[in-house]
Nanobody, 117 residues
Framework: QVQLVESGGGLVQAGGSLRLSCAAS????????MTWYRQAPGKQRELVAT???????NYADSLKGRFTISRDNAKNTVYLQMNSLKPEDTAVYYC???????????WGQGTQVTVSS
């Protein structure tokens, strides 16, 4: 059974920081790429950042420099460090993986991030 459990969301003022966590189970974590997406009210879900099994990262152009994705294979956890938050960052943030040796995609439950002005 594959499970992605997210935490770390909440309410923060503009300019503040949050760190999201996604704990994975039921997959060979060290061999699996992990991705963060987000979805704001009334908008399409969009890619935030991805990290490969080897640690290579990629970001949405508008977020590069403010957001950092990382992973801890010993904890089977992927993180999203969010700095200099803006009200436009308000969204539900989702963890995603296509596990190694799997043809399926899996999503976390989502965690709400609200940035006030």
């Amino acid at each position: 059974q594959v499970q992605l459990v997210e935490s770390g969301g909440g309410l923060v003022q503009a300019g503040g920081s949050l760190r999201l966590s996604c704990a994975a189970s039921g997959i060979i974590f060290r061999l699996s790429a992990m991705t963060w997406y987000r979805q704001a009210p009334g908008k399409q879900r969009e890619l935030v950042a991805t990290i490969s099994s080897g640690g290579s990262t990629n970001y949405a152009d508008s977020l590069k420099g403010r957001f950092t994705i990382s992973r801890d294979n010993a904890k089977n956890t992927v993180y999203l460090q969010m700095n200099s938050l803006k009200p436009e960052d308000t969204a539900v943030y989702y963890c995603h993986t296509n596990p190694y040796a799997s043809a399926r995609n899996y999503w976390g439950q989502g965690t709400q991030v609200t940035v006030s002005s």
